[in-house]
């Protein structure tokens, strides 16, 4: 099995997961900027979309978009209980707090990370940010995981956004139950591991 990542970019939540999971994986770096692969590949030939992350099954099967990835690999440990059973309302509570994280959070992102964007635009998106983070943060309130006292998939990918916030200084220091929540996933052997691979710890 093959991810397809970029350093630091929202692949790292699948591979969080994986580490997670306990899953044999090999890593293949793609290039968000040159869309090529370390041998020249045009990755676009591989993932037509040309992001990450993509997961590649060893029968050549490709699995692309975060939210839908981080599911089929809960889903193969589920004694791991990363994911609640399929069918039960607790795995639709996941499934809201991925697309939330997806469309809510992870896309305005993308507006900050774009250099061709105007400064006044993503200065409304950072207000729109602060508001998402702001919601977060109370759904936090008395929680040590986004679903509970279990870590799941869905902390996989809003630990990426909190790194996010990091690496673009946007303050979110005022949302203490946020910050404290990402200093304790950040802690977890997984993380740890996979921002290792990635080359993000120094």
Not at 2 to 11: D, H, W
Not at 43 to 63: A, C, M, Q
Not at 86 to 102: H, K, V
């Amino acid at each position: 099995m093959k991810l397809y990542y970029s350093p630091g970019a929202c692949s790292l939540s699948p591979h969080i997961a994986l580490h997670e999971a306990g899953l044999p994986f090999e890593l293949v770096l793609a290039s968000t900027k040159t869309h090529k692969l370390g041998d020249g590949t045009d990755y676009y030939t591989i993932n037509p979309k040309g992001y990450v992350p993509l997961l590649e099954f060893d029968d050549g099967t490709r699995l692309s978009e975060g939210p839908a990835i981080v599911q089929w690999i809960a889903d193969q440990v589920p004694e791991r209980h990363l994911a609640p059973p399929a069918g039960t309302i607790e795995r639709y509570r996941l499934m809201e707090w991925l697309n939330f994280i997806s469309t809510e959070v992870h896309k305005q992102f993308g507006v900050i990370f774009n250099p061709a964007m105007p400064e006044e635009a993503k200065t409304v998106v950072r207000t729109r940010l602060n508001s998402r983070f702001s919601y977060i943060d109370r759904e936090l309130a008395g929680k040590d995981f986004v679903m509970g006292s279990a870590f799941t998939v869905a902390d996989c990918y809003l630990f990426v956004m909190a790194f996010w916030t990091r690496r673009l200084n946007i303050e979110v220091s005022e949302f203490t139950n946020f910050t404290a929540y990402a200093a304790r996933v950040e802690a977890r052997p997984s993380v740890q591991a996979a921002m290792k691979n990635e080359g993000l710890l120094t």
